[in-house]
């Protein structure tokens, strides 16, 4: 397709950006090109400095970062079949994951390249600001949840059957967490969580049927009371100490042994080896996986599409506007940096004239 695109560029590890002009992206086999009209910003997005290198080292600048879009598709490529010109969609921005390293799929941008595996199209009552919450948190909630070597769970389906076993989300309110409790309760599941005192009747109204504060000294054993001889399906780790306090609980309570950890320190691989002598399996998430597996689609084409029209899933955390154009992500990834509770950090696109 013909056309101007424009891209926040990324010129370097220490975080200077530059919007800059290009073509627009043709899509090739099994892709979209999405008119992006809001845009969220992640934990990884927001790293500077020598830490880029070791999260994401394959990442050559200038480069376009971004995960998370929502617009309305403006090209299918070859294959495309869930899909056509105008539908309105959310999408992972697949940019930054190592297999595809590509700044054309990067979402900071005006025209982003997008997986139809993971695109989701969207009902009217979702607006794109509410949308773009969703896909690095529900990815990566969804990794750890279901991926074969995390803790492999069943997948979610909008009406799911009432299982016995209890799922932990430690690190409810974040991003990550308000979409592995929506998740796990959608694979039929009882989820306790962890959130700051503040969240929890937000947490709870994601469906988790309890919620403790994290930053209670005996909230360990507040968890290990709450969970009554119930066992565990599995623990998601989400936030630093997330891990130890998931090990203290895991020790003391019956079912699975397994804890994903979205929040790997350099400690991880060493707890990991520590606790596998006491059957504990730790594994590091990495929220991108989907993109490669059929996880991928059976959330975004089997699982959100119907849950978002019927209400049954919600874009969560409530998104919060702190500007208009691809020249105000640099203020929101300073936003982002401040720290957020229980929000997402969302630019919008405005559409040009020629796109309305
Ligand atoms: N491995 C991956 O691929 C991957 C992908 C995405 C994110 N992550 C990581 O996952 C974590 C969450 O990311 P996000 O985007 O979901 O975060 P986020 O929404 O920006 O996190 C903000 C929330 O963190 C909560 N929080 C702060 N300290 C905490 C603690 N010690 N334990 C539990 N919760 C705490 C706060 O809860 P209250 O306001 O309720 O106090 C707040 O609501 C980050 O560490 C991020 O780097 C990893």
Known sequence: MSGTNEALWLLDSGGRFEVRSSV???????????????????????????LRRLVTPWVRFPTVLGSDVAGVVSAVGPGVTRFA?????????????????????????RYVTVLERVCAELPDAVTFEQAAVLPLGVSTAAAGLYEKDQLALPLPTSSPVARREVVIVWGGSTSVGSNAVQLARASGFSVIATAGRRNHDYVRSLGAEAVFDYADRDVDQQIVEALAGRHLAGTLAIGSGALGHALRIVRRTIGSKRIASAYPDPLTRIRSVMARTRGIRISSIWGGTPVQTEVGPAIFRDYLPAALAGGGFRPAPEPRVTGAGLQHIPDALATLRAGVSAAKIVVTIPAESRDQ
């Open 24 to 50: 627009r992206p043709t899509p090739a086999t099994g892709e979209v090109v999405i008119g992006v009209r809001a845009v969220a910003v992640n934990p990884v997005d927001a790293i500077t400095g020598p």
């Open 85 to 109: 010109v105008g539908d309105r969609v959310v999408g992972f921005a697949a940019g930054q994951e190592r297999l595809r390293n590509s700044p054309e799929e990067g979402g900071f941008q």
